[in-house]
């Protein structure tokens, strides 16, 4: 069964910063390419940022230069800091893994940007 447990979700301050955390089930996750998507209120679900298994990365243009994605393969899980947070990065956070064609989602964390 295949598991994806995201954390470090809350309430923070804009300018502020988060880590998002998702640890992953499966003994080959160091093949798996992670992402992290989010969706707003009345929004679509959309891309964040994803890490491929060999460590390429991408970005929405929306976070370019904010956010940061990374994976510790020891570990199991996959990161996302998020710095100079604003309230349009308010959303539910999903963690995605894809392998082989097929793709999973996380349950989600919530972010709120509010002052």
């Known amino acids: 069964q295949v598991q994806l447990v995201e954390s470090g979700g809350g309430l923070v301050q804009p300018g502020g910063s988060l880590r998002l955390s998702c640890a992953a089930s499966?003994?080959?996750?160091?093949?798996?390419?992670m992402g992290w998507y989010r969706q707003a209120p009345g929004k679509q679900r959309e891309l964040v940022a994803q890490?491929?298994?060999?460590?390429?990365?991408n970005y929405a243009d929306s976070v370019k230069g904010r956010f940061t994605i990374s994976r510790d393969n020891a570990k199991n899980t996959v990161y996302l800091q998020m710095n100079s947070l604003k309230p349009e990065d308010t959303a539910v956070y999903y963690c995605?893994?894809?392998?082989?064609?097929?793709?999973?989602w996380g349950r989600g964390t919530q972010v709120t940007v509010s002052s």
């Open positions: 890490i491929t298994s060999g460590g390429n990365t």
């Open positions: 995605h893994r894809l392998y082989d064609g097929l793709g999973y």
């Open positions: 499966g003994s080959i996750f160091s093949f798996y390419t």
